[in-house]
Nanobody, 126 residues
Framework: VQLQASGGGLVQAGGSLRLSCAAS????????MGWFRQAPGKEREFVAA????????LYADSVRGRFTISRENAWNTVFLQMNSLKPEDTADYYC????????????????????WGQGTLVTVSS
């Protein structure tokens, strides 16, 4: 699976951004999709995941209630709507795909995901 993330940018605290990740190469509906982020000097961390069916989602505690992950299988695209952004959300955001999971699984570890896109930078100013 090839993944292409987009939508990052500079936003003021309290603002919103919507990230997109377009997939190609293998049947999109066979893959769990996830978003991770990596701030300067920190480890890459889990943000959100959505099951193959789209019927189940999982969020990191730090973003729950502010971020929403969704997918449109007909468009081979996964989205991350980010609201009420905070300076601590500043990071490179990566989309990732995992195969071999049941329809409602939402894995949250980096090693669960075999396919990664390039990062898209989100900068939140205070």
């Amino acid at each position: 699976v090839q993944l292409q993330a987009s939508g990052g940018g500079l936003v003021q605290a309290g603002g919103s951004l919507r990230l997109s990740c377009a997939a190609s190469g293998r049947p999109f509906g066979n893959h769990v999709m996830g978003w991770f982020r990596q701030a300067p000097g920190k480890e890459r961390e889990f943000v959100a995941a959505i099951s193959r069916s789209g019927g189940r989602t999982l969020y990191a505690d730090s973003v729950r209630g502010r971020f929403t992950i969704s997918r449109e299988n007909a468009w081979n695209t996964v989205f991350l709507q980010m609201n009420s952004l905070k300076p601590e959300d500043t990071a490179d955001y990566y989309c990732a795909a995992a195969s071999g999971y049941s329809a409602y699984a939402t894995p949250a570890q980096r090693y669960n995901y075999a396919y990664w896109g390039q990062g898209t930078l989100v900068t939140v100013s205070s």
